[in-house]
């Protein structure tokens, strides 16, 4: 809270005006390539144009669209399964594989540690050609599967009610690793006093974890949860790698639907306006995580 | 947390900054009348020695081996020829070029001559913003009406607002024809005991053997979609009246998809998919290791284009054939095709003159031997009888398919968002998750939103 008295009185000091001509140089740079983009995509946004001929004036016909418009509206809830797969259940199994490791003094905890946290070091476009490859009718996957007599064959990429989700799996496997060093790092600073004094207490490993562990990594969890949400509703370049938004349009999500309605289809306006709407919701989510986050724990 | 300016304010003030930009901003784009600048026959001037010293700026996606060598020596002649010109080739890959082009062709720098898509997405959308020059003066100048056939011509022909396509004027010139059809193997159609299919029937009878046999009988990789728009072609081609099918690529006022023929061949090819005649997964596999599959021994027969001719022939040899699609009841042909991407010139070019006689040197006479040679199918003038193996199959199919005027163009020409539909559309029919009917309900209700129900 700032102190109410201060602001009724003059400053004290040098001339506070000053100090906008300290930041000049960084906010020029700042509004040339980011403030004046964001402003002219809002512009954009009420406009209906092709890219090449005069726009016309809609108002903000394409901000309905996004809401009734179900080709638009699609993309948004495919988003949202994506953050399951994104953010949910890489934090649920990080925080399983980080309560493990941090007790269990394995040789070579390193080495496994590399390893989990490797699918962040490879270039995603990478990762969705050899997904691509795994996922393929007669790939890996069905290999083990009719190896295992569970079927095959599947197009796992090919079929609307799979595609999603094997998006979605290569997105768990890309973040459990963030997630898991994260979350060792946050159980490393918590006091070995606190599991002894939970251990005398009687807990055993499940309670001492959800009694000490958890609260822990309040923190850890919230920057986990941003960075993993943000990733989830921004998803590009797997899509695009390893669907294009097929089958029938079942994996397209916002960034791909700007990419496809500024570049392919034309649709500039209406490109503009989905970029808009998916800004203001992730600003949105990671506001709302902040503050959960933040929020006083008494 | 709270920041010491109110933040009732601090919103006021971004509200205010985001309506003076969004007030302020003009309407964006250029409000050119659609067309571009027409140069009459009597205006061109073809003394491009005489031009003093100028630079072609040239884009195109002739990056596959035989085209991108074919395209550097004609360069190389042509500079040859006028010592005074430099041309400067930008090459990308299709979906590059198309991605970049509409952003580039407006600009103060734009290229002098492109290759533009011929569908109404690209070179629609050109003409209608005046971004393309007519070429008509031009072709008389040059006497390209002689050149290219009528069907070649109606491909790259708009009206002057972009709004009709196929008629009106002249936009660009292409240097290669494009057929889909049917490629085959010779020794597994020995193996079969079966002929090439002619006829539907035949067509059938053989799909049924192959199956019967294990064999592949389709390969077929749709998980990009647009291969899904040329197998169903195919199977419409053999329905449906070649005058109908073209209308509806055109995107003619009163042409209809929910007519009987368009039913038969929307449940055969579903009928097809539903008895396995297809790789199995087809909407998850890739349409290049799709045909890699076939060329390596796996598959009887590929529906395709003639682009793939180089690669198959290289790898297949002799054993690779080349058929146009079979006829069905009415035996009267059709065949899904036309040309490479034409070479246009545009608006904003300084020198459109010499890019018009670079146009005429790049679809010489000389230069379509020079691609016949490379191993691919010239636009016109293909000698079938210099060519041998695939390629003399491939050239022959386009001489005859020309002859009986029996090209009809890509269905995902119609609409601008018609390829985005049709892609997902097919890849549902085949999936067995849209029924023939409703897949063509829904094709009728954006062909009809697009060109207006009345006709």
């Not at chain 2, 010592?83 to 720098?109: G, M, W």
Request: glycine share 10%; net charge negative.
């Amino acid at each position: 809270m700032a102190d109410a008295s201060r602001r009724t009185g003059a400053p004290p000091g040098e001339p506070r005006l000053v100090g906008y001509l300290y930041v000049l140089p960084a906010l020029l740079v700042f509004a040339a390539f980011l403030l004046w983009p964001i402003l002219r995509a809002i512009s954009l946004s009420f406009y209906e144009w092709d890219g090449l001929t005069q726009g016309t004036w809609v108002g903000a016909d394409n901000y309905v669209a996004v809401v009734t418009d179900p080709t638009l509206r699609a993309p948004f809830l495919h988003a949202l399964v994506l953050v399951v797969f994104f953010c949910v259940l890489p934090i649920a199994i990080g925080l399983a594989l980080a309560a493990l490791m941090s007790r269990v003094r394995l040789p070579g905890l390193g080495f496994f540690r590399t390893v989990i946290f490797l699918p962040q070091v490879v270039a995603t476009v990478v990762v969705g050609i050899a997904w691509s490859a795994i996922y393929a009718p007669a790939g890996p996957l069905n290999d083990v599967l009719s190896a295992l007599g569970l079927g095959g064959g599947t197009a796992w990429l090919g079929e609307e009610i799979w595609a999603l989700p094997s998006v979605g799996l290569v997105g768990t496997w890309l973040f459990t690793g963030l997630c898991v060093v994260l979350f060792l790092a946050g159980l490393a600073k918590v006091p070995p006093e606190l599991y002894e004094a939970a251990r005398l207490d009687g807990a055993g490993p499940v309670r001492e974890f959800l009694a000490v562990g958890l609260p822990a990594l309040r923190g850890e969890i919230a920057v986990a949860a941003i960075l993993t949400v943000i990733a989830a509703l921004r998803t590009f370049d797997l899509v695009y790698v390893m669907t294009s938004g097929g089958p029938s349009n079942s994996t397209s999500v916002p960034s791909y639907e700007v990419y496809d309605r500024a570049f392919v289809e034309g649709e500039v306006g209406s490109a503009a306006t989905v970029a808009v709407v998916l800004t203001a919701l992730i600003l949105a989510v990671s506001i709302g995580i902040n503050r959960f986050a933040e929020r006083d724990v008494t | 947390m709270t920041s010491s300016i109110p933040r009732t304010r601090f919103l006021a003030v971004t509200a205010a900054i985001v309506l003076a930009t969004t007030a302020s901003a003009c309407a964006p784009g250029s409000d050119d009348e659609g067309g571009g600048t027409d140069t009459a026959a009597a205006d061109v001037d073809t003394d491009v020695a005489g031009m003093g010293d100028l630079t072609l700026t040239v884009w195109d996606q002739e990056v596959r081996s035989g085209q991108d060598k074919q395209l550097d020596a004609l360069n190389a002649s042509f500079e040859k020829e006028y010592p005074n010109v430099t041309i400067d080739r930008v090459s990308r890959s299709f979906e590059d070029l198309n991605r970049t082009l509409r952003l580039a062709i407006n600009s103060d720098d734009a290229p002098d001559v492109v290759q533009a898509n011929n569908g109404r997405s690209i070179m629609g959308a050109f003409v209608e913003a005046g971004q393309l020059r007519p070429l008509d003066g031009y072709a008389d100048a040059y006497g390209w009406d002689e050149r290219f056939s009528a069907d070649v011509r109606s491909l790259a022909s708009y009206t002057e607002d972009g709004a009709t396509f196929g008629a009106g004027n002249l936009y660009g010139v292409p240097q290669t024809g494009e057929l889909v059809g049917l490629w085959y193997s010779k020794s597994k159609l020995d193996d079969l005991g079966i002929e090439v299919p002619r006829t539907t029937a035949d067509m059938e009878t053989a799909l049924q053997k192959a199956a019967a046999a294990g064999e592949v009988p389709i390969q077929f990789g749709n998980k990009e979609g647009w291969p899904g728009i040329h197998d169903f072609g195919f199977v419409q081609n053999q329905f449906v009246p070649a005058e109908e099918i073209r209308d509806l690529g055109f995107g003619v006022a009163g042409s209809s998809w929910t007519t009987p023929e368009n039913e038969q061949a929307a449940d055969l090819i579903s009928s097809w998919a539903e008895s396995g005649y297809f790789t199995e997964g087809f909407n998850g596999f890739d349409y290049d290791p799709a045909w890699q599959d076939f060329a390596e021994g796996d598959g009887v027969f590929v529906i395709a284009g003639t682009w793939l001719l180089a690669d198959l022939a290289a790898a297949m040899g002799d054993d690779v054939g080349f058929a146009l699609p079979p006829t069905g009841e009415s035996g009267e042909m059709a065949v899904t095709g036309g040309t490479g991407l034409p070479f246009a010139i545009t608006e904003s070019t300084e020198n459109a003159d010499a890019a018009a006689a670079y146009l005429d040197h790049i679809t010489s006479p000389d230069a379509m031997t020079d691609i016949q040679e490379a191993g691919n199918l010239p636009v016109y003038g293909a000698d079938a009888a210099l060519a041998e193996g695939p390629q003399a199959d491939v050239l022959e199919a386009w001489g005859a398919a020309n002859a009986q005027g029996a090209i009809v163009p890509y269905l995902d020409y119609a609409t601008p968002d018609f390829y985005d539909l049709l892609t997902a559309q097919v890849q549902d029919l085949l999936a067995g998750s849209q029924s023939p009917s409703d897949f063509l309900a829904t094709l009728e209700k954006e062909y009809t939103s697009f060109t207006g129900s009345g006709g």
